[in-house]
């Protein structure tokens, strides 16, 4: 299991051979094949507290120095047969008992030091290195680096040779070879070659009898280096002759990358390397091979890193030694590698295994003489194949130009630098066809009930795919990463998948609508390059006028056709690195704690030589200081450390380790990190997480089935949410009334409400049918084959919905074709096209009857407002239907003109398309009736008025919906406008200005303000009501939650990973004080419900001074000519920047009853004015900042209960306000008011439930966010 104490390079250091006194026992020969022993076993921690005798060392009580190494179990290891014996005048005696860290298995290691077996020999062989990976049951990993050397072994008198029975006195010189294996908790394969490579060249000049105390020490020189935490920091020692570096994790969910990626493209052509990634994704058995050891982990390795986000989930042995080839007979998936001299044995053995040539760059089956597996997608694999082609990976090359370098680590540290451009490269590769592989199936998850539709997933790519999917989508690799994908994990995947998403396709996050293809897809158009750099980029607002903005597109092209675009998993960072101190003599206790001393100063002087700026750089010094601090036993310090770290970045925050330090502290140490608030908080919230209920394991992932059971209402609406048809409860709520409805009427009475009370069911036969009916028509549109006079009249984004049989029309015989924005016909014989209306352009839809030899014929006439003559159309059976779907359409479309809301078509669209499924799958007589269940807009028009006030319409531009992903609207709490920044590229997420809206239970949604699209799902900021947001600079947007956190979002990365913490309640108000001094630091302020207020200095995150003033809630804070004012729901106040307040403003008279007082306040400089507004008032008042005594000016708000939100754009107020309408329902109304004649220029009917925000955009727009029955955000012009 992952370990939770902090731990060094180290893990345990074995060194391996045959013991003299087993050489004594052989009759040695050349190539004499031994058995290989176990000699020396060396494992932190090196010294204790015992060593030394002091327990006080400045000041600061020492615990036993660990040196970086787990607090762990440990057992003995008693050697079986003999003990480990001397060889010649070495000392590589140990006692019997060894020393060996929990679950590592010595004699499998002793085979693994010498995969092709141990071997006496008369030549001297080179020093030759390979590598390993252990995995424990819980399938945790160690990593192993082994360096073998020869020595010379000659024996004496005692052990002369003899020839013809005679004693010969000439000694034979034979050599037997030694293993010594580094074994770390992490990958890193180069540094630890280097280590050994060092250690090697010191062991060419020792004399034997210091051998096993320099391996000890070598050890322990290792198990004081600290791992660097996930970021762009570098850890870098000196073990001379060379340096070392350590590269740290690229991610918290990466793996180390201490390797060369560009070996696979070396070894294997672009397809074979397509070739094993389809194998690995398949979960085969898969079995490397190379003539060289060292490949055989290396390139595996590789691979797992090519296949990044997916873990390879079962055996992963990528070196076999010769006594374990039995490990390929077992039934499961496993990687393994081998010696190519057992490719024949292994061949012959078992049928059906993926073998991997390395050396010959082969991939063949064993029993085939052909790899008869699919391939991965074709989009992703040109995209691949053209990537890999354009790769630099010749080192030599790039050095043509270049003088020869005299330094040897300057030469090392030009190589890093070229492999670590050359990995980064590849990186983007092989996750660029990850995402192409696999971007898609995030469009048929259901989140809320955790289900891939997988079937329809798979009708959704081509048909000549489908056997790579299928293969891949039961696999375990591919249900852990679906439960990633659920837990909506922010990881490389996700980032590249944001980075080359189309602007259409964030659009269609937009809008709920059924699949079906459009015409940019009918007409098999590529996207260009040149393309995806639209205009756009150009403007800072959308024209919001044109309509393609207001119609989302419903299905767009496969991310494998955007391949072409350059596109990165995250942005690129400078890499810093750390100098650690030089070694002291590692197995001295004094020395080691000196060691840590200086280590702890070096990293304290760099902490505050880093600039504030550089948070990701602070936050890794942080990081290093508390890990080396805990180690070395100053525990209050470490705390102090992993604090500031909370404040830095919480991404890397060690939660584990802080537990266990804090489970660790003596009573003494407690009580004195409790002296210090900071700490005490610490403290308090680790206790809180641990006593708190451990959720419920989020991994669990259902594939959607047809239900097998009568279904309630509750089951209904789950089971139609998860087969991906329709999100919205009211929704599937009418489609169950009609499906109701439509049963009852047939002769299987399967709904049923019966007299004792039961509730209505649905029968699981009918629920088939339905989806069914719904499916087919979908696949049906998939296979739509337009006339091309027919695409030339309809836009890209169109799609055909619905088709009729063919039919006598006014314009002769055809087909009628149905578009989310026209009618058109499709006329036989010679084809063409003929429109027949836009659904805006209706003026009447009703049904007649046409006469037909001796019958009528039902007809459908449709009257238009661009023709004087009605068209008519006999559509026979379907005239009903065709009848309500057309009215569904044009009431919907007619909401959405008036309502600015294009949601409402897309509503409607759905409505008619559930309406035809109804009717295709009940079959009944009373089949249309059921349907007119779901005429939800239709029926609208004729109950409630819905006409938009001519005010509101012409101020009002566009709506959007932030909950389309809910399966019920939710409260917008805060809006934010935040321009976009030049000289900044769009994959750093700052080129386009964006809206920050907040939902509830800390939801922040983000959108690209020109064009009003969803950049990310969400960023998770806490589970509490989020109250305010405040855009400090350019990195940093805070936000205050009813949780006491102010959360610090990254607005490039769109990342949360800081949080201040000192406020003890909830965070009610932000603002930022203007310098115009350059020279002084900005700064914010805060303030919370309970009356305190803290100062920020904002570039160190640090408390500059904090106060308390005396009011009934505190609720919002403004800056105003260098004084502070502060609203609480009882006075208004001026405070002086020590906390004095300098005049209180209490309510008005006529107001002293108001139980919720002051709402909200504006100050601004043009006429000196302080207006409040009331939460239980519908007025304005208005003081005059200079004399608060003067009387103030009142200002009317006709219609409204309250004022809920103000901003004050150009003369204008801007008031966002609650009420009820005449019916008694609550609406929101937002009035705009002229700021010199104190009166009610506008008075806007904005939403259907109190508008809870108002924020600028450029004083351009005003965006409005309302309460949770209309969840909308409404988007408004200023004059």
Known sequence: MADKSPSGLLEACVVAGVSNERLRELRLGNDLLVEAEVLQVHAPPFVTKDSYSNSYSNGVYQDPALAFSRVQRRRSFKKRDRPVSIISESAVAVSDDLSVPQNLDLIALQQLCFPDGLRITNECREDSFHFLVFTDVFGTQTHGVVAQYCKPIQFQQDNMMHKNGHQSSKLQRLYTTYSICVISKYPYYNALRDCLSCFLLQLKTLRMTEFEEQVKEFSAKLALVPIPPPGPLHVVFNLRPLQIELPSRLDVDRPVLDLDLHLPF?????????????????????????????????????????????????????????????????????????????????????????????????????????????????????????????????????????????????????????????????????????????????????????????????RSRETTDHTFYRRVLDTHIFHSFLRDRLNRKNDAFTRMQLSIRSETRRLRTMAESPRRPVMEEVNRKSLRPENSLNNRLGKSMPNLADCRLLTVPVRQISVGTLSLQSGSWGPSRPIRTFNLPEFPPPLSYQYVQKYYVDLIGQLSRAISMATPDDSALLARYYYLRGLVNSVAGRRVDALGDFQSLYKTDMDIFPVELLNTLVESLPAEERKLAEQRPDLKRLISRVKKDNERARPMDGGMVKRFELPKKHLHMEDFVRRVQESGIVKDLGTIQRLFEALTVGVEASSQSVFYLAVDGQQKQVDPETFRFFYSFWKETEAAAQDVDLPAVALEHLESDEC???????????????????????????????????????????????????????????????????????????????????????????????????????QFMEQALTNALLMDAVVGSLQSQKAVYAATKLAYFDKMKFEVPMMVPKTTSETLKHKINPSLDQTSPQAVDVLLYTPGQLGVSELDGGANPKLWCALSDGKVLVFDATSWSMQQNSVQVGTSRLNC?????????????????????????????????????????????????????????????????????????????????????????????????????????????????????????????SPRGFSSFLLFNESEQLWAGFADAGELCVWHCRDLNKPFIRIQLKDCAGVVCMIKVKSQIWVGCHGRSAAGKARGKIYVVNTDRYTVEKELVAHADSVQTLCSAEDRYVLSGAAQDDGKIGIWNVE
């Open 800 to 902: 055909v919905y619905k088709i009729s049989s063919s039919v006598k029309t006014s314009h002769g015989v055809g087909k009628i074709a149905m578009t989310q924005r026209r009618l058109f016909l499709l006329t036989e014989g010679r084809p063409g096209y003929v429109e027949i209306t836009k659904f805006r352009d209706i003026e009447d839809v009703k049904i007649s009857s046409a006469p037909f030899l001796l019958l009528r014929i039902p007809s459908l006439k449709i009257k238009t407002s661009l023709r004087k003559e009605s068209f008519e159309v006999n559509l026979k059976s379907e005239c009903d239907l065709w009848h309500l779907m057309i009215k569904e359409m044009w009431a919907g479309r007619k909401m959405a003109d008036d309502h600015k809301d294009p």
């Open 266 to 458: 070396l070894c294997f052509k672009p397809k074979q390397i397509l070739q094993i990634i389809s194998c690995i994704l398949m979960e085969q058995r898969l079995v490397f091979l190379s003539t060289n050891w060292a490949k055989l982990t290396l390139v595996a390795e590789c691979f797992m890193i090519f296949i990044h986000p997916l873990r390879w989930q079962h055996p992963f042995v990528p070196v076999l030694s010769c006594q374990m080839l039995d490990f390929i007979m077992a039934p499961t998936a496993y990687l393994m590698g081998c010696h190519t001299h057992h490719f024949q044995e292994v061949a012959e053995e078992i049928d059906d295994l993926v073998l991997i040539d390395i050396d010959q760059g082969t991939v063949t089956s064993s029993g085939l003489d052909k790899l008869n597996l699919p391939d991965v997608p074709l989009a992703a694999r040109d995209c691949f194949i053209y990537r890999a082609s354009g790769l630099q990976l010749h080192y030599d090359l790039d050095l043509c130009h270049a003088g020869s370098r005299t330094d040897i680590n300057e030469l090392r540290a030009h190589r890093r630098r070229w492999q670590h451009k050359v990995n980064s490269v590849i990186l983007n590769v092989t996750m660029e066809l990850i995402v192409n592989i696999f971007s898609e199936v995030c469009e048929f998850l259901n989140y809320e009930h955790r289900v891939f539709n997988s079937e329809e997933f798979l």
């Open 1029 to 1153: 947001m405040l855009a400090v600079n350019q990195q940093q947007l805070w936000i205050g939650s009813k949780d006491s956190f102010i959360y610090i979002i990254n607005p490039r990365s769109v990342s949360c990973n800081k949080q201040l913490t000192e406020h003890r309640g909830e965070v009610t108000g932000l603002t930022l004080e203007d310098r115009t001094d350059k020279f002084n630091q900005t700064v914010a302020y805060s303030c919370g419900e309970d009356g305190s207020v803290i100062v920020w200095d904002v570039s160190s995150l640090q408390v500059r001074r904090q106060f308390r003033v005396s009011c009934d809630r505190l609720q919002s804070i403004q800056i105003h000519d260098s004084m502070l004012w502060c609203c609480g729901r009882d006075c208004v106040m001026e405070v002086r920047r020590n906390g004095t307040v300098h005049r209180k403003m209490s309510l008005p008279d006529h107001l002293l009853s």
